[in-house]
C-alpha cells in the first residue's frame, strides 16, 4: 500500500519525509481491526498541530482498499467520484506519537531521482521531536538541506559517488536529533543514501 503523510506546521502543509517509527496515523487505523481487501493502492493522511499536540486532521483511501461494511473511527467518510476516494474530515484525533518526524515543502525537482526524492530535494526541512503526541521541540534544518544542494551544484559532492554519499550521510548524522528509517527499496549504490535523508 502507497501510503502518504502530511503534517500542517506554522499553519503551513508540509510532507512527511522521515519518521522515527512507522506510519503515524495507520497504528491507529489498524487498531480499528478494519478488514482490508487490497494492499494494493493509495492512503494519505494530514496531521494538524493543536495547542503544541498532534492529531489526525484527515484520512483518505482507494474504495477498493476495504470492505464496505467496515466502518473506521465510527463516522461516515465522504466518497469522492473524481478521485475514487473515501475520506474522513475533521477528525480531531490525538495521536500518542513518541519521537521524531522530518517535514519538508517547497520540492525543488532537480534533485530528485529515481522516483526518490531526498530532504534536501525540499527548500524548507524541519525536524519536529513528540513526547506523548506533544511537540517538543522543532528544529529547522534548511539551512543544512541548502548547504547539501550547494556543493552538489559546485560540483564538490556527487550522488554518485561512494565516497560523497558516505560524506553527506555523515553530515546528515550530525545534523539531524534522532536517527530514521526509510522505505526506499532501491538496490542500488543510491540506496546508502536514503538510510539517512530519504523520502518516505
Known sequence: MLFTEQ???????????????????MNFVNDQKPVWNSYFGKASAVYILVDHKLQAHSFAFNENLIKKEEKLVDL???????????????????IDYTGGI???????????YEEEY????????????FERGKLVTSIDHSRSMNRIRLNIDKGLRDIDHKKDIRCINRFMK?????NYKTNSTKRNIKKKIYKVFGAN
Open 174 to 178: 550530525k545534523v539531524l536529533y534522532k
Open 76 to 94: 461516515t467518510p465522504v466518497y469522492d467520484e473524481e478521485t475514487k476516494q473515501y475520506r474522513y474530515d475533521d477528525l480531531q484525533i490525538p
Open 7 to 25: 503534517i500542517i506546521f506554522k499553519e503551513k502543509v508540509y510532507d512527511v519525509l522521515l519518521r522515527e517509527k512507522d506510519n503515524l496515523l
Open 118 to 129: 531526498p530532504c534536501f530535494s525540499y527548500r524548507d526541512v524541519y525536524e519536529l521531536v
Open 102 to 112: 522530518v517535514v519538508g515543502r517547497h520540492f525543488i525537482d532537480e534533485y530528485g
